[in-house]
């Protein structure tokens, strides 16, 4: 009964239920209407006085109207309609109970905690305690449903900028660390009084500093003298994105012994729940377990999108602003791409399953080469030329040759395929250790551009005159492509080519196909349907990899080391012996 009425009130208040004392709501929750519906309750159910009190604590959290941005009247009205009328006890005090009985403490529920309301006048919680909330909530269910459910929840009932800062951090893409995590040990360590090996063991075996240091504070805190280095007063009301905009740079940019003792002041006002959460946003590796796939289809449940198209949106990075969540969630523009660099989402193949491609007529696939660069999309809108790597990284830096040759091609062409170093007269490309030559460049010299000369193999074509295409069929698609490429106009057109392909004429010469691989110097065959769309992600069925067999050696093991961070459990660093000619 107590399962299930948690997750009635769940959803009729929204609000998230802990066992830590209720008395922290700092109210008598003798709100109008309550105890009608408390009765209600007590009549429906006849449960003892410790889930009355339960009862009681949970549906006053509702009536606060501060949690998830439900009004409280909203969650009266709700469960009113699910119980008899019944007259009304006068004195909430009765449900209150001792402190043996179960407890409850809504996490986002207290007088600190600043609201906002929109138009439609529903109240939101603006305080950062409400992406802790999130984030714990995420850390705790493993159901996608689940998840997803507490994603849209969060992304409706914030405001746009903690929304913004939310989606940002959740997607874990390259953020500069404030602090990084070997400078918060050695902090912990000097102010502590702990030894550095005890920091480094427990560290070894945490794999992040992070919660390293959230479970050793509680063993130092109290041999630490309280720290003022002026940094401004830590209130429960104080949201996100003041955090990551105003108080964690501005300890960030101290030096030594003030970053010390800033760190340690901040510590000391937080309460030991923050603590790893705000050393996670210090330090920058921000993990909780949900992908992109996952925030995308919230944000388009959210705000009745499509997933595509908020994958796209998201593609090429986020920067966390109001502008741009409230951008990201606006309804679909016809127009929307005619001047955008932004690349579609690349579809992935998955590794080969023969026995899911047995009963098919080898005719309807298409063999091609996996070659050994770096996966990418060449964008020709408006006046702009882009190079995206699949990593959502803007490459143009450092491949200015190819950015050079996109210019030729037509405003609203879409190229999905690989950057490679290959010369222009080569039969085969170069190693991909070549290739690691250009990456991370600013500015790219002479000689490293004769050295490491680039081609951008085209695989397929997205977007033509400025039409997504992505629906019609594969060999269409190539068709359109081979069309288009015979017709660049440019000294260097030899540096865009589209990758070869073919078709298979048995299953059994499969494997001989993909052997003929190393003779190209490429990683194995690519297998495509002939009808397939241009989907996003790694959907199964359409397009699968086949990668040659690696090479094998025999090796005598002599050693191996632990990792370190996130791979602490494991095995990484090995050291192997030959077999001598003797």
Known sequence: IVLELGAAVWQFGKIQIGLTPFDRCGERFDHHGVTAVFDRLECFLKTATAIR???????????????????????VELLSEVVPEKSHPTNSSSCRTDQHRARLDCQLCSQNVVSYKRQDGIAISVSMQAFQALFQDLD???????????????????????????????????????????????????QGGMPDWLIEDCHA?????????????????????????????????????????????????????????????????????????????????FRVGVSTGLISRAIAEAFALEESLVVQRLMGGFNPSAENFERLTLPASTEEHRSSGTPYPFFLASPLEPERLSDTDP????????????????????????????????????FPELTSVAEALPAGTVLDGEVICWSQNDPSPLGFDQLQRRLGRKTVGATLKRECPMRFIAYDLLEHNGVDIRHHPLKERQQRLAVLLKHVDH????????????????????????????????????????????????????????????????????????????????????????????
């Open 205 to 285: 075996q945490v794999g992040d500093s992070a919660e390293t240091i959230s479970l050793l504070w509680p063993a130092v805190k109290d041999q630490i003298a309280f720290c003022d280095a002026g940094l401004p007063t830590i209130e429960p009301s104080h949201p996100l994105s003041w955090w990551m905009e105003t108080l964690l740079p501005a300890i960030s940019t101290r030096s030594d012994d003030d970053q010390a003792d800033a760190v340690i002041q901040l510590w000391q006002s937080i309460p030991s729940e923050q603590h790893f959460i705000v050393n996670k946003l210090l330090t920058g590796g």
């Open 53 to 75: 009190g339960i009862l009681w604590c949970a549906i006053s959290h509702c009536c606060c109207g501060c949690c998830h941005g439900r009004r409280g009247t909203d969650a």
């Open 363 to 398: 005719d309807q696939w298409q063999l091609e080469w996996k070659w050994d660069g770096i996966r990418g999309q060449l964008i020709h809108r408006g006046s702009g030329v882009y190079l995206w790597s699949r990593g959502e990284e803007l490459v143009n830096d450092s």
């Open 491 to 582: 000294p260097e057109a030899w540096r865009l080519n589209q990758s070869q392909s073919w078709a298979l004429t048995a299953w059994a010469a499969l494997d001989q196909e993909r052997d003929r691989a190393r003779t190209h110097k490429a990683e194995g065959l690519m297998l495509k349907r002939g009808d397939s769309p241009y989907l996003s992600g790694r959907k199964r069925g359409y397009w699968w990899k086949h990668k040659l067999e690696p090479m094998t050696l025999d090796a005598v093991l002599l050693y191996a080391q632990a990792g370190s961070g996130r791979r602490a459990n494991l095995f990484t660093d090995y050291t192997f012996g030959l077999w001598s000619d003797d």
């Open 140 to 190: 705790e269910v493993t159901g996608t449903r689940a998840k997803v459910h507490a994603l849209c929840a969060h992304f409706q009932n914030v405001l746009p900028l903690e929304a913004a800062w939310t989606l940002h951090l959740l997607l874990g893409k390259r953020r500069r660390r404030l602090i990084t995590g070997r400078r918060l040990r050695d902090i912990l360590r000097d």
